[in-house]
């Protein structure tokens, strides 16, 4: 038994992108997928650790790319600059997520019938939108992510929904949490919403030490945050 790891490239139109995939190789039948969004500043190490965690699990993990093949931002201001359009041009964000989409249902060891999305900050506002544009995925997971809507048409939601949000996050405050449940709730989709106390943004990464920009990490939250997660995975792809 031993993890695979592979680097995956795709396209969005004339945007090369690539994902890292990993999974466990003792299954013999194609294995359910999690795509995993990133937060901000890109593809990164912490994405990658979430889809090993994941393929010792028994799901086929694929850590997705929103900005570009090499993309990274290295500064709050690089960070902002990548993903700006996307916050600017949600019907961009829908196309670029779909296409991760698309790309995993192409790789063998997936079955393409058992697929969820999850996604962390930014990628948990890039998670609801491909929910919200009716993509074909069983469930979706935002984890301290944005929650403003799309401002797209609204469309039925098939895939469940889970939130698990810092109440105190102030990138996504009480009105937005309102304001999503209303937008779910209307369009018909089975969801939940997992609000953590005494918690801000940013709450699942270790690194995350910014209490004025409202970003800190809480060992109570992620721990609590994980086991969510993982019974959501289970009750929504097995």
């Known amino acids: 038994m031993a993890l695979r790891e592979q ?3 795709y396209r969005d139109g004339d945007t090369l992108l690539e994902g890292f995939f990993c999974y466990e190789d003792s299954y013999s039948t194609p294995l359910p997928a999690v795509l995993i969004s990133h937060a901000w500043g890109g593809r990164d190490e912490f994405v990658e650790r979430k889809a090993r965690r994941l393929a010792w699990h028994g799901y086929a993990a694929f850590a997705l790319d929103m900005y570009g093949k090499g993309k990274r931002g290295r500064s709050i201001e690089e960070n902002q ?3 700006a359009p996307f916050v600017q041009d949600r019907a961009l964000l829908a196309r670029r997520i779909n296409a991760a989409l698309t790309a995993v249902k192409g790789l063998p060891q997936v079955d393409a019938r ?3 999305a999850m996604g962390f900050c930014f ?3 890039c998670v609801l939108d491909l929910a919200r544009s009716g993509a074909d995925v069983r469930g979706v997971v935002s984890i301290h992510g944005i929650l403003k809507p799309s401002g797209l048409p609204a469309n039925k939601i098939d895939a469940r929904i889970l939130m698990l949000h810092g109440y105190d996050d102030p990138l996504a405050p009480p009105e ?3 304001a999503i449940a209303k937008e779910l709730t209307a369009a018909g989709a089975d969801w939940q919403l997992h609000a953590y106390g005494n918690t801000v943004h940013s709450f699942t990464n270790p690194a995350a030490d910014n209490k004025e920009g409202g970003m800190v990490y809480n060992e109570v939250a992620d721990r609590r945050s994980w086991h ?3 019974q959501f995975l289970e009750e929504t792809l097995r």
Do not use: C, T
């Open 123 to 125: 990628g948990g506002m």
């Open 228 to 230: 969510a997660l993982m």
């Open 7 to 9: 680097h995956v490239e």
């Open 114 to 116: 058992r697929i969820a």
């Open 176 to 178: 937005d949490v309102l």
């Open 81 to 83: 600059a990548l993903m």
